[in-house]
């Protein structure tokens, strides 16, 4: 089943790469130095303020998703509405993860055979958003509180699967992982804005490299 497939790769890789305002035309590039890196995972965010139509942002989705089929898995970020999770899933999609803890949005996104990663920091939120369906609860923004909050967090709630989003970078990841994480999400941190806009790609598949041999302790 593919929904499980995409959950063990979760699992197995540990990163899902955050790729935000980034132009149509340097996104396949951008994704093939990330793959060359080790990424296995991406999620293209829609666009909160509104300056990028959903429609637009879908359709980057679908691009990338029917350029990396078989190779990498491709999901939306920063969904805040069912119409968001419904555009993914006709663009392809396979994964659904918000900033927020949304009942309805994790539920369409069940219903509609995606894997759910909804953002949530207080133990009553982690618990509704499991209860809801979530499939991983994005502890975001988990650098305002640090690994020892997670290790806090997982005590009473160790049956449900966490990643680390916000302020995630190489060298406080171990610390992460010890403290009870099942992976995180990556954004700026790893795209290096400068390698982009001067379409230096290998600058950007060596970070990405830095970053999976980071999370494989090596």
């Not at 995972?41 to 509104?50: C, H, K, M, Q």
């Amino acid at each position: 089943m593919l929904r499980e497939q995409v959950i063990n790769s979760i699992k197995n890789e540990k990163l899902i790469v955050i790729v935000r305002g980034v132009e149509k035309e340097k996104l396949i590039p951008l994704a093939e130095a990330m793959y060359d890196g080790g990424i296995r995972l991406l999620e293209i965010t829609y666009s909160a303020d509104g300056k990028i139509s959903d429609e637009e942002t879908a359709e980057n989705i679908k691009m990338l998703s029917a350029h990396f089929e078989g190779r990498m898995f491709i999901g939306a970020g920063t969904v805040l509405s069912e119409k968001q999770v419904e555009l993914t899933k006709n663009a392809g999609g396979k994964f659904i993860i918000s900033p927020d803890t949304n009942g309805d949005v994790i539920k369409k996104t069940r219903e509609l055979g995606m894997v759910s990663m909804p953002g949530a920091l207080t133990p009553s939120e982690v618990q509704a958003a499991h209860s809801c369906g979530a499939d991983f609860v994005k502890l975001f923004p988990v650098c305002s509180l640090g690994a020892e909050y997670v290790k806090a967090i997982k005590a009473p709630l160790s049956h449900i699967d966490m990643l680390a989003v916000g302020g995630v970078h190489e060298g406080n990841m171990a610390e992460y992982l010890k403290a009870g994480v099942s992976g995180f999400g990556i954004g700026s941190n790893i795209i290096d804005k400068k390698a982009l806009a001067e379409g230096n790609y290998e600058a950007i598949t060596n970070l990405a490299k830095k970053f999976v041999s980071a999370v494989k302790g090596e």
